[in-house]
């Protein structure tokens, strides 16, 4: 499932590593279903009719990604031929990849075998797909064959994604290694050695083919309580509880109410945040956390479990998938011990396709609704900069600095105009 929201993992209050994030929510009742075939080189592993081949050995290392609106974005090769950025999610639990454009599948001449209805967050229906199978995907230094690829009609409420489709499980047929610090992935036929030695590992149970881990969140005046939670990387905000779950995951007093986009529509949420959230021996305190309720989930609330373990959490460690034993192992890295903060202008942002930063909602009774900030405005310059010189990372940190203005450029109906917003905390 991809979700999320801009909000910072800070260190110390002071310059870090940051990004910015709404994001998608995909992949629920997409099933495998792939047929058999072969992949070139060596072949080492072959699991749900997939077949996967590393080119050298039986590893595929320092395969580079980006992280753009809070996602995982890599780059990689559809039939040896057709390059194409997908967001790597692991709340999309089937194997084969989605394809947001219908011009690619004709691009690839794909033949269709069947339609299908691909499950996702919000509430305005089911997106309708048509299946291909007997794809292949390649990644640098692996290619994957046998693949399905689910095409979205276009017609959807879903739009102008920044990248053209979402892999998930089909990746993690490998052990994969998410290396945030360096930002790169790392493939393995099985876990290294350094890794079992120097990570906590974590048990995960399976829902859909998505992984589940269980932690406990302590609320205030209430008792420390047990959650499963999906481990999606495509969840932005570094918590999530479904409130009808369980009757005491209600929101604090001190809230925020905003919006995201979803395969199937806006997704509404309250923000807040949860005293502790306890995973393993790792422990977070005031912890940012969305709270979605069934409305919000629209078909994906049939994934059940408590919650989401978001993305920006999962950003402070070093990270290794092993579905195959059902083991995950977390080693702190740079990022670990940073504070979680909430964009402090109340601004939830999204990057095109053509790379402009649009203004997808804005938070009630902020510094930017009480500037006349408006969604679809189009960001093109923050503090007299133009847009296309400021990096993601710089872009979210401008927006989490307690006390400072922050002067932003919008284009509204052909028109620019100015606003300076006094940002503060929201929750």
């Given at each position: 499932?991809?979700?999320?929201?801009?909000?910072?993992?800070?260190?110390?209050?002071?310059?870090?590593?940051?990004?910015?994030?709404?994001?998608?929510?995909?992949?629920?009742?997409?099933?495998?279903?792939?047929?058999?075939?072969?992949?070139?080189?060596?072949?080492?592993?072959?699991?749900?009719?997939?077949?996967?081949?590393?080119?050298?050995?039986?590893?595929?290392?320092?395969?580079?990604?980006?992280?753009?609106?809070?996602?995982?974005?890599?780059s990689a090769k559809l039939n040896d031929s057709t390059p194409v950025d997908l967001?790597?999610?692991?709340?999309?639990?089937?194997?084969?990849?989605?394809?947001?454009?219908?011009?690619?599948?004709?691009?690839?001449?794909?033949?269709?075998?069947?339609?299908?209805?691909?499950?996702?967050?919000?509430?305005?229906?089911?997106?309708?797909?048509?299946?291909?199978?007997?794809?292949?995907?390649?990644?640098?230094?692996v290619r994957i064959g046998n693949q399905q690829v689910i095409v979205m009609s276009g017609n959807g409420p879903f739009s102008d994604p920044v990248a053209?489709?979402?892999?998930?499980?089909?990746?993690?047929?490998?052990?994969?290694?998410?290396?945030?610090?360096?930002?790169?992935?790392?493939?393995?036929?099985?876990?290294?050695?350094?890794?079992?030695?120097?990570?906590?590992?974590?048990?995960?149970?399976?829902?859909?083919?998505?992984?589940?881990?269980?932690?406990?969140?302590?609320?205030?005046?209430?008792?420390?309580?047990?959650?499963?939670?999906?481990?999606?990387?495509?969840?932005?905000?570094?918590?999530?509880?479904?409130?009808?779950?369980?009757?005491?995951?209600?929101?604090?007093?001190?809230?925020?109410?905003?919006?995201?986009?979803?395969?199937?529509?806006?997704?509404?949420?309250?923000?807040?945040?949860?005293?502790?959230?306890?995973?393993?021996?790792?422990?977070?305190?005031?912890?940012?956390?969305?709270?979605?309720?069934?409305?919000?989930?629209?078909?994906?609330?049939?994934?059940?479990?408590?919650?989401?373990?978001?993305?920006?959490?999962?950003?402070?460690?070093?990270?290794?998938?092993?579905?195959?034993?059902?083991?995950?192992?977390?080693?702190?890295?740079?990022?670990?011990?940073?504070?979680?903060?909430?964009?402090?202008?109340?601004?939830?942002?999204?990057?095109?396709?053509?790379?402009?930063?649009?203004?997808?909602?804005?938070?009630?009774?902020?510094?930017?609704?009480?500037?006349?900030?408006?969604?679809?405005?189009?960001?093109?310059?923050?503090?007299?900069?133009?847009?296309?010189?400021?990096?993601?990372?710089?872009?979210?940190?401008?927006?989490?600095?307690?006390?400072?203005?922050?002067?932003?450029?919008?284009?509204?109906?052909?028109?620019?105009?100015?606003?300076?917003?006094?940002?503060?905390?929201?929750?």
């Amino acid at each position: 499932m991809c979700f999320g929201q801009c909000t910072r993992a800070e260190r110390s209050r002071k310059d870090g590593d940051v990004h910015r994030g709404p994001s998608i929510e995909s992949g629920v009742g997409a099933g495998a279903g792939i047929s058999q075939g072969q992949g070139p080189q060596r072949t080492v592993g072959s699991a749900g009719g997939q077949s996967i081949a590393f080119l050298k050995g039986d590893r595929a290392l320092g395969i580079p990604f980006k992280i753009v609106d809070e996602l995982i974005v890599v780059s990689a090769k559809l039939n040896d031929s057709t390059p194409v950025d997908l967001f790597l999610d692991t709340g999309f639990g089937s194997k084969g990849v989605v394809l947001f454009d219908p011009r690619l599948g004709r691009e690839l001449g794909l033949n269709y075998v069947a339609k299908m209805n691909l499950g996702g967050g919000g509430n305005e229906g089911g997106e309708t797909a048509s299946v291909a199978v007997g794809a292949s995907l390649s990644l640098p230094g692996v290619r994957i064959g046998n693949q399905q690829v689910i095409v979205m009609s276009g017609n959807g409420p879903f739009s102008d994604p920044v990248a053209d489709g979402i892999v998930g499980g089909s990746l993690f047929d490998c052990v994969v290694e998410i290396d945030y610090d360096n930002r790169v992935l790392n493939l393995y036929k099985e876990v290294p050695q350094r890794v079992d030695e120097s990570a906590e590992r974590f048990d995960l149970s399976f829902t859909q083919g998505i992984p589940v881990v269980e932690a406990q969140v302590f609320l205030d005046g209430k008792e420390t309580i047990p959650v499963k939670l999906i481990v999606d990387t495509g969840a932005g905000l570094p918590l999530f509880l479904f409130t009808y779950s369980n009757r005491m995951f209600r929101p604090p007093r001190t809230n925020i109410a905003a919006r995201d986009e979803g395969l199937n529509g806006a997704m509404a949420y309250v923000a807040g945040r949860v005293p502790v959230l306890r995973l393993g021996k790792f422990m977070f305190r005031g912890i940012v956390t969305a709270f979605l309720d069934e409305k919000a989930m629209g078909s994906a609330v049939i994934l059940g479990q408590n919650g989401f373990l978001g993305h920006e959490t999962l950003q402070l460690f070093r990270v290794v998938f092993d579905y195959s034993k059902a083991h995950m192992f977390l080693r702190p890295n740079t990022r670990y011990g940073t504070d979680f903060d909430f964009n402090m202008a109340g601004l939830v942002l999204k990057t095109k396709r053509d790379g402009t930063i649009a203004v997808f909602d804005v938070v009630t009774n902020s510094p930017a609704s009480q500037q006349g900030l408006k969604s679809g405005d189009l960001i093109v310059a923050i503090n007299d900069r133009d847009i296309d010189s400021i990096s993601a990372d710089e872009l979210c940190n401008l927006f989490v600095q307690q006390g400072k203005k922050v002067k932003l450029t919008v284009e509204r109906d052909s028109q620019r105009l100015d606003f300076t917003l006094s940002l503060r905390q929201l929750i």
